[in-house]
């Protein structure tokens, strides 16, 4: 595929000089431009759907949040291929994580809090116009069931059970939750600071925020560490709700399944033993 062609024949106003083409991500193909544009194209069925709710959400926050985020530009009709602005910074590695020291650590898990509870707080009436997708909470245990069932043969018996008694307590623990917008994918590729001013927050890829349990938000946290989630949740400061924590590890597990899963049934992106080994290290399973 010719990119740049492409790239002219959508946006047919927009000039550029050079070009950087990113493919490694799952759901987009992501061209830079001079390091002032992002084109995003859609790479599956799912992506195409989720295209315009990325393009309205990250129009709609603009203005709501302090982070900063792209900005919309132009959405193609037809082939969902989007124009955004690029947002500054690094992109947030568990080596820059790992340099951290303890203050830095901070300052980093208070930026985050702060995101965090803003765009939790904003209106599930006003998100909903964006057609971002409510989480049905009954649905998604029975996909999380199947899923597992589905990766049983390619397990071994002690990890059978860890995962029954784990869906058992995961309908037990997320029968209710107060629902709001979330983002729903916080990984350290999605975040971007400023080395030499950690008050500085970026965050990019709105295309899988759901209306479903904040919990969700500090799930893919657990990247960093443990410690980090409950820093990030000290700030949050989330005093009526109590199982946060708790939830965000369901969470977080629930990927591992999935990327099993994925894996078994021929994923390009992530291979049945690295899956398995991600599977034991987020249910601290320990191999002979």
């Known amino acids: 595929m010719n990119d740049k062609f492409n790239i002219h024949k959508t946006f047919p106003n927009l000039r550029w000089e050079n070009e950087k083409h990113i493919a490694s991500g799952w759901d987009h193909d992501i061209i830079m431009l001079d390091k002032k544009f992002v084109v995003r194209i859609p790479k599956n069925t799912d992506a195409l759907k989720r295209a315009p709710i990325d393009f309205c959400l990250m129009k709609y926050l603009q203005d709501k949040i302090d982070v900063a985020i792209p900005e919309s530009i132009s959405l193609d009709t037809k082939s969902k291929i989007g124009l955004y602005t690029v947002v500054s910074g690094a992109e947030m590695t568990d080596n820059i994580y790992k340099k951290f020291n303890s203050t830095k650590k901070d300052v980093f898990a208070k930026v985050i809090a702060l995101f965090l509870l803003q765009l939790h707080s904003l209106p599930t ?164």
């Open 125 to 288: 009436a006003d998100i909903l116009k964006c057609k971002v997708p409510k989480i049905d909470i009954t649905s998604e245990n029975q996909e999380v069931a199947k899923n597992a069932q589905i990766i049983y043969p390619n397990i071994d018996k002690q990890t059978q059970k860890i995962l029954d008694d784990f869906i058992k307590q995961r309908k037990l623990l997320l029968k209710k939750t107060k629902v709001t917008l979330v983002h729903n994918d916080l990984t350290g590729d999605n975040i971007f600071i400023d080395k030499t001013n950690l008050q500085y927050l970026g965050v990019v890829d709105f295309s899988d925020s759901v209306v479903g349990d904040l919990a969700r938000d500090f799930a893919a946290l657990f990247t960093f560490d443990e410690k980090f989630v409950r820093k990030v949740l000290k700030y949050y400061d989330a005093k009526n709700d109590t199982t946060i924590f708790e939830r965000a590890q369901v969470y977080y597990r629930d990927e591992a399944i999935k990327l099993m899963y994925l894996a078994i049934n021929g994923s390009d992106f992530i291979s049945e033993k690295d899956a398995l080994k991600l599977l034991h290290e987020r249910f601290n399973i320990k191999r002979a």
